[in-house]
């Protein structure tokens, strides 16, 4: 069975960082295409990063691109997101998502329709 397990969100000062941990299980987490969104208050839910799984290159959105980092860690079948300088307008819920299917272009990665399985969500909030 297919799970992802968000954590590390919390609530952080504008200028601030945090590391979210997405540990996947029931599947060989770097052999699937992966991903971050972020779902605000009313907003519809946007994607944030996505790793390959052939080459492990990575893209972001322009909004966290140089701010926010995307890694995976096959030893413990784990992915994360490192988010430094932190905006108020990044908070939101975010989710990490995995899907089998390579996307055939950059932008698709960040497609959420893209992804059949989700985490549960962590809140992140950057107020100060």
């Known amino acids: 069975q297919v799970q992802l397990v968000e954590s590390g969100g919390g609530s952080v000062q504008p200028g601030g960082s945090l590391r979210l941990s997405c540990v996947a299980s029931?599947?060989?987490?770097?052999?699937?295409?992966a991903g971050w969104f972020r779902q605000a208050p009313g907003k519809v839910r946007e994607g944030v990063s996505w790793?390959?799984?052939?080459?492990?290159?990575?893209y972001y959105s322009d909004s966290v691109k140089g701010r926010f980092t995307i890694s995976r860690d096959n030893a413990k079948n784990t992915l994360y997101l490192q988010m430094n300088s932190l905006k108020p307008e990044d908070t939101a819920v975010y989710y990490c998502?995995?899907?089998?299917?390579?996307?055939?272009?950059?932008?698709?990665?960040?497609?959420?329709?893209?992804?059949?399985?989700w985490g549960q969500g962590t809140q992140v909030t950057v107020s100060s």
């Open positions: 790793i390959g799984s052939s080459d492990d290159s990575t």
């Open positions: 998502a995995a899907d089998e299917a390579m996307p055939f272009d950059s932008g698709l990665g960040l497609e959420p329709s893209m992804y059949d399985n």
């Open positions: 029931g599947f060989t987490l770097d052999a699937w295409t």
